[in-house]
Nanobody
Framework: EVQLKESGGGSVQAGGSLRLSCTAS??????MGWYRQAPGNGCELVASITEGYIYYVDSVKGRFTISRGNAKTTVYLQMNSLKPEDTAVYYC????????????????????????WGQGTLVTVSS
């Protein structure tokens, strides 16, 4: 059984930093990354990493950095200069390709379309 285990969420003040980690067990994946969902918003692909390509949503470019461990079973998200609008539940995901989402699809619904999905970790940024 494939599992993704996340860690590293928490509460910080605006301008602070957090580092999310996700470790996969039971398989390896071409593409790993992070989605998030804030209250009242749809599910959003924040960042993903695959061989030779890294994606960031525009709102986090220059502030977040995604990376993978040498064994390709771990993915990290270093989040700097955090803003209140970054407050959300962050989900680790893995598949051959991680698609961007559109509209108001929830992360719960989107998770059903992917090979692996984490339990979610809450990030709260206060002003």
């Amino acid at each position: 059984e494939v599992q993704l285990k996340e860690s590293g969420g928490g509460s910080v003040q605006a301008g602070g930093s957090l580092r999310l980690s996700c470790t996969a067990s039971g398989g390896t994946f071409s593409d790993m990354g992070w989605y998030r969902q804030a209250p009242g918003n749809g599910c959003e692909l924040v960042a993903s990493i695959t061989e030779g390509y890294i994606y960031y949503v525009d709102s986090v470019k220059g502030r977040f950095t995604i990376s993978r461990g040498n064994a390709k079973t771990t993915v990290y998200l270093q989040m700097n200069s955090l803003k209140p609008e970054d407050t959300a539940v962050y989900y680790c995901a893995a598949d051959f390709t991680l698609p961007r989402t559109a509209g108001t699809v929830t992360c719960e619904a989107h998770s059903e379309t992917l090979d692996a999905w984490g339990q979610g970790t809450l990030v709260t940024v206060s002003s």
